[in-house]
């Protein structure tokens, strides 16, 4: 197990039946839908979502899976980028460090996608858009770090929040 991040394009809502597997069809042809995706709002991070609509189906333009890693390695990741941000390090019950620290401020860069599930749910267009300004406001400083595969996921989500930038979404699973 672990986490999956895909990113997708120009949504547009769809109305359709579902197969008896749930997966959506076309209703008058009876035939299983492919370039669609149906979104969820992770409950605990309403606000990522932005104006999509929860368990609607959605056709896609463009569709990339962007990153492919075990929590625990998602995890380390994300506290290196909130220390990369210059969020102070903080401490809650047993765990300590960088994400932490943001989770103690409202806002700043990458704030929604550090203070975000590390295993399901929807960030929406508006939220990538500004997700991908924090990607390339701090490409430079990022460049400085001299784990190689650090800078490939940050490249690679930095490319899913281009990519849902465009009337999109970043989808965790």
């Given at each position: 197990m672990?986490?999956?991040?895909?990113?997708?394009?120009?949504?547009?809502?769809?109305?359709?039946?579902?197969?008896?597997?749930?997966?959506?069809?076309?209703?008058?042809?009876?035939?299983?839908?492919?370039?669609?995706?149906?979104?969820?709002?992770?409950?605990?991070?309403?606000?990522?979502?932005?104006?999509?609509?929860?368990?609607?189906?959605?056709r896609?333009?463009q569709?990339?899976?962007?990153?492919?890693?075990?929590?625990?390695?998602?995890?380390?990741?994300?506290?290196a980028?909130?220390?990369?941000?210059?969020?102070?390090?903080?401490?809650?019950?047993?765990?300590?460090?960088?994400?932490i620290?943001?989770?103690?401020?409202?806002?700043?860069?990458?704030?929604?996608?550090?203070?975000f599930?590390?295993c399901e749910?929807?960030?929406g267009?508006?939220?990538?858009a500004?997700?991908y300004?924090?990607?390339?406001?701090?490409?430079?400083k990022a460049?400085?770090?001299?784990?190689v595969?650090?800078?490939?996921?940050?490249?690679?989500?930095?490319?899913?929040?281009?990519?849902a930038?465009?009337?999109?979404?970043?989808?965790?699973?």
């Amino acid at each position: 197990m672990g986490l999956d991040i895909t990113a997708v394009s120009g949504l547009q809502k769809i109305d359709c039946g579902f197969t008896s597997d749930e997966e959506p069809m076309d209703m008058a042809t009876g035939q299983e839908i492919t370039d669609c995706v149906r979104l969820y709002r992770n409950t605990s991070f309403p606000c990522q979502f932005d104006d999509l609509e929860d368990g609607v189906v959605y056709r896609y333009a463009q569709r990339k899976r962007c990153y492919k890693a075990s929590y625990r390695g998602y995890n380390r990741w994300r506290e290196a980028l909130a220390k990369l941000a210059e969020y102070p390090h903080g401490e809650y019950e047993e765990f300590t460090g960088h994400q932490i620290g943001a989770f103690g401020v409202e806002a700043g860069p990458f704030h929604e996608l550090i203070c975000f599930s590390d295993c399901e749910g929807t960030i929406g267009p508006k939220t990538s858009a500004k997700l991908y300004q924090d990607f390339c406001d701090f490409q430079d400083k990022a460049n400085l770090s001299e784990d190689v595969a650090w800078i490939k996921n940050y490249y690679a989500l930095k490319e899913a929040f281009q990519i849902a930038s465009d009337n999109g979404a970043v989808i965790f699973s």
